[in-house]
Every structure is written in structure tokens, then in C-alpha cells.
């Protein structure tokens, strides 16, 4: 079974700060993938990261890193230079070895961005 | 491309009332999916489809049921509506997985669902 952790219910950040956002995971598979998502108050789900368990390198797409530590099962997201339009919901999500196509979500950190 | 559509955008249901939420892609995904977002939760996969004719449970199924008859489509039924599935329903699609490749599910819109 697969497991996400998340244990941030909400963090405050002032604009321009970089923050991190805590996400551990669990599986038994020697293949998986590590997903982040952003909802915003709209509601809609906007993919913004992905990390491959066999990627040697860190993720990163723009302003957002994930810091992958696979020895402790750590995925954790890293905004640098906060703005405001970052305040949302962010999911960590995992899936698992091919035909093990499910992802399985953690319970969200609330991001508020403070001007 | 108009990716991941989903309709309605919002419904309320008498309890024992049935509907289908309507999903539909255009991106040739092979893999389709159904998830439930209760409030202030992560979502919870409810039904998938790896292709065609082809699908299976998730982690939360009952009370639901799906068919895939063609690549782009991949309805959710409910048939006896009751208030434990009030929620926000998010249907999602994604492209058969590469070695070493990004990859991502796409997300429609969502449904917002109300039973009274």
C-alpha cells in the first residue's frame, strides 16, 4: 500500500521568502512517481512537478524544486521567491510501479502568502 | 485542445436519486480516472481505466460504477444517491507511462456534487 504524508495543515510566508512544504512517502515498489499539485481557491488541480524514483537529478520547473531524499522517502516542494498569487492548497501525491497506476494523495498544506 | 471536460459543473441530488457525471478528453489518454475530494481533504481515487473496456476499482468504489467504451469517455454512475457522497468530483487522464519520462495527470474542472 502507498502512503503520503503531509504535516503541514497551513503555513504563513512573507512575499518574496522561499518556503518548503513537507511531504513523506511510503511504498513497498521499487518504482514510483512523486507529484505535486497546486488548487487554488477555484478549486481546479494544476500539476506543477514531477520526480521519477531512479532520477539522480532534482526536479525543478521555474521557481518550484522538489528535494528529493530517497533514503529518507522525502519529496518536498520548494517555492523560492513567494508571491501572493502562490496562496493554495499544494497536494503531495504519489503512483506507484507500473500497473500500479493509482495515485494516492496526502491531505494538503494551506499556503498563505502575507504581502 | 480542450483537455479534460467535465459536466456538470455543479448538481443536487434528492437522496435515492441516480445521475451520471460526464467526462471526456481529448489528448488519446489511454489511462482515465475518478477521484472524490471531500472538504478540506486530499482526493481519494474512486474508479480508473487503463483503456477501453478496461476498468477497476480504487480506494473508495462503492456506491458507484463506471464504464470506458471508447478511449475519450469514462462516465461515473451513481445510482442511489446518498449525502455520504456529497463532494467535489475531479476526473483525470493521463498518457501511457515512458521510462525515465515526465509525466503527469491532467485534471478537469471538477463537479461539484450536493445530496439532500
Redesign the interface.
Known amino acids: 500500500a502507498q502512503k503520503i504524508t503531509q504535516t503541514q495543515p497551513g503555513m504563513f510566508v512573507q512575499e518574496k521568502e522561499a518556503v518548503t512544504l513537507d511531504c513523506t512517502y511510503d511504498t513497498s515498489d521499487q518504482s514510483y512517481g512523486l507529484f505535486w499539485y497546486k488548487q487554488p481557491s477555484s478549486g481546479e488541480m494544476i500539476f506543477l512537478i514531477y520526480q521519477g524514483s531512479y532520477d539522480e537529478q532534482n526536479a525543478t520547473e521555474g521557481r518550484y524544486s522538489l528535494n528529493f531524499q530517497k533514503a529518507r522517502k522525502s519529496a518536498n516542494l520548494v517555492i523560492s521567491a513567494s508571491q501572493l498569487g502562490d496562496s493554495a492548497m499544494y497536494f503531495c501525491a504519489m503512483r506507484g510501479d507500473f500497473g500500479n497506476e493509482k495515485l494516492t494523495f496526502g491531505t494538503g498544506t494551506r499556503l498563505t502568502i502575507i504581502p | 485542445n480542450a483537455g479534460v471536460t467535465q459536466t456538470p459543473k455543479f448538481r443536487i441530488l434528492k437522496i435515492g436519486q441516480s445521475m451520471t457525471l460526464q467526462c471526456t478528453q481529448d489528448m488519446n489518454h489511454n ?1 482515465m ?1 475518478w ?1 472524490r475530494q471531500d472538504p478540506g ?5 474512486i474508479y ?1 481505466s ?1 483503456g477501453a473496456g478496461i476498468t477497476d476499482k ?2 473508495v468504489p462503492n456506491g458507484y460504477n463506471v464504464s470506458r467504451s471508447t478511449t475519450e469517455d469514462f462516465p461515473l454512475r451513481l445510482e442511489l444517491a446518498a449525502p455520504s457522497q456529497t463532494s ?1 468530483y ?1 476526473c ?1 487522464s ?1 498518457s501511457i ?1 515512458l521510462a ?1 519520462g ?6 478537469g ?2 463537479t461539484r456534487l450536493l445530496v439532500l
Open positions: 489511462y480516472y477521484y481533504m486530499g482526493l481519494k481515487l480508473y487503463v480504487g480506494e467535489v475531479f483525470a493521463s507511462r525515465g515526465t509525466e503527469t495527470q491532467y485534471f474542472p471538477g
